[in-house]
């Protein structure tokens, strides 16, 4: 059997894979890509603990459908958005994209 | 190694593989086939976890329609010049440093406590029957459920609305 210690690894890297993508991409959608990638990890994780510790519970599994359907939410507004600010500014390049900056 | 460590292996070596090439590729389009990639290794792991809902509804609802947004984000949103502005190598370096120490973070923690190595228990046969009873059951996650709904369709009508051809 799997230990529940390798899924949880698994999901540790798969989140500062996408941690790396926030903090290191210029663009807008390469950042939600990163997001995306977060979001996954924290689901393996959510739904590892519940298969090894709780499995005839439905707990885990409505706490990651949960998640799903915000993860959707937040694309969906973040793109529209993006999509937004691309047809006022002619980019999506967050360097110049800072006017809330100091 | 037993088979099911094989498959676990592979599948989180693609999951993971999936992910890297997501954040270093220089071409969007091919960071967002990268994205699908990983997307599809995490149902995978999934339906090894045997949660079989949450596997098909991860490639219904994140590789066909969140990555699909996402397709389409890039090509609405491309630069004139066709080539992506990237940081210079000493914040990457930095950057992955600092990814790499969160990760070490993470690791330590986990590996504090003792997890156990097999599966308490099996899981219950009809346990997608009790999952959707448990969504809609008074006592249990109705409330989450609703809410979640009308957080979607108020989400999706708005950035419709954001998104909207001026002309």
Request: some cysteine.
């Amino acid at each position: 059997m799997v230990p529940l210690s390798w899924y949880l690894i698994v999901a540790a890297i798969l989140f500062c894979v996408g941690v790396f993508g926030v903090l290191a991409r210029r663009n807008a959608v390469a950042i939600l890509m990163g997001i995306e990638l977060m979001l996954n990890a924290v689901n393996v994780n959510l739904v590892a603990f519940w298969r090894y510790l709780e499995p005839d519970k439905m707990v885990g599994q409505a706490f990651a459908a949960f998640v799903f359907i915000v993860a959707a939410a937040e694309t969906a507004v973040g793109l529209a958005l993006i999509i937004s600010v691309y047809r006022n500014r002619e980019t999506v390049d967050v360097e110049n994209v800072d006017l809330l900056k100091w | 190694m037993t088979t099911l460590q094989v498959m676990f292996f592979f599948f989180s070596l693609i999951t993971v593989a999936g992910g890297l090439y997501t954040v270093i590729a220089r071409n969007l389009f091919h960071a967002a086939l990268g994205l699908i990639v990983s997307l599809a290794g995490v149902a995978a792991l999934y339906a090894l976890l045997e949660a079989s809902f949450l596997a098909a509804a991860q490639v219904a609802i994140y590789i066909g329609a969140i990555a699909i947004l996402i397709i389409f984000a890039v090509m609405l949103t491309r630069g004139v010049t066709g080539k992506n502005p990237v940081k210079d190598w000493w914040t990457y370096t930095i950057t992955a440093i600092v990814c790499l120490l969160l990760l070490v973070v993470l690791l330590t923690t986990l590996f504090r406590f003792d997890w156990p190595q097999t599966a308490q228990a099996a899981v219950p046969a009809d346990s997608i029957a009790r999952l959707g009873k448990s969504l809609v059951d008074p006592s249990l996650y109705v409330l989450p459920f609703e809410v979640a709904s009308v957080l979607l369709v108020a989400a999706l009508i708005g950035s419709a609305y954001i998104a909207r051809d001026k002309k």
